[in-house]
Each structure stands twice: as C-alpha cells, then as structure tokens.
C-alpha cells in the first residue's frame, strides 16, 4: 500500500472501532453498505432476542467478532477502488487534447479556375497568362465569367461583346 494517503480514504483503525461498538457500523463506514446493514440488522435483532433466549447471545458475539474480524480488509478494499479511481481521472487528465482544425473555406468566385479560349486548360481569375499554352488572358465575360483574350471584341464563349477599356 502506498505512504501516500487521500483525504477521502478511510482509516481501518476507525472502521475496527465502530464495529466494536456496533457490530456493521464500521462496514457502513467503510461504504460496504450491503455487508453493514446485513450485520447491524441481524446483530440488533440478536440483541432484542438475546433479552429471551440466551443462545442468540452467542451468535450476537459471533457478528460482533466477523464485523471486527474483516475490518481491515474492507477499508482497504475501499481505499483501493478510491485510489483506482484518482489514478484514471489522473490518466484522463493527461490524455493529448485533439484540436480540429477548420475546413478550408470553399473558393470565392473571385478565385475560381476558368477556362482558356485558346487551350482550354484551367486558368486563375488572378493570372495574366494562360500558364499551359502562354495565351494573354487579362478580361472576364461580364455574362458567363469565362476568360477572354486581351483585345478581342467579344466573348469567345457566349458571344457576348466586350466593352473597349479606354
């Protein structure tokens, strides 16, 4: 058994002296209540009987001697199940926290891959040049957003004509 004690643990010296006064009190201090209430029941009831019939008065000292008997080992039962019970609240605390990280955010239309008139490879909103075939690509349709080449009086994928830049 550890030297190291909880304030929550029980002392078998106290549970030894409440089972010499009453025989299951100190197993109901030790939290074995079924146990406890078993022998301070039937050791009450001895007594009450005992004032009767005599013979009942020696199983009364039979109950006494039990409860004093198996004090040590219930408290250190309970000691036990307190002691398994910090060490995996310890352990639980020291697991590794997981941090989920945010989805990145889907692409805004101002970053949207179009296609080149010219090739039809994908192309970036934001690049000057088709980066496949080389091709000029600076305008957007103002109708369908596809790419229209620098200089072109209309769009090449819907027809749609262009505005000249002054």
């Known amino acids: 058994m550890s030297l190291e004690r909880s304030l929550d643990d029980k002392a078998s010296g106290l549970t030894l002296l409440f089972n010499f006064l009453l025989p299951g009190a100190g197993h109901l201090y030790a939290s ?68 989920y990280e945010r989805a990145p955010a889907a692409p805004s239309a101002s970053s949207a891959l179009l296609s080149c008139p010219d090739c039809g490879g994908k192309v970036s909103r934001r690049a000057p040049a088709c980066p496949h075939c080389g091709s000029p690509v600076k305008d957007s349709c103002v109708d369908c957003g596809g790419m229209v080449p620098s200089g072109a009086t209309t769009c090449p994928g819907c027809g749609c004509p262009i505005a000249a830049k002054g």
């Open 32 to 99: 074995s209540g079924h146990e406890g209430a078993a022998l301070l029941v039937a050791s009450l009831a001895c007594g009450v009987v005992s004032a009767f019939i005599y013979v009942t008065f020696v199983i009364n000292i039979g109950f006494w001697i039990y409860s004093m008997a198996t004090s040590r080992k219930v408290t250190e039962m309970y000691n036990a199940e307190r002691a398994s019970a910090r060490s995996n609240s310890i352990q639980q605390a020291r697991k590794p926290v997981i941090v």
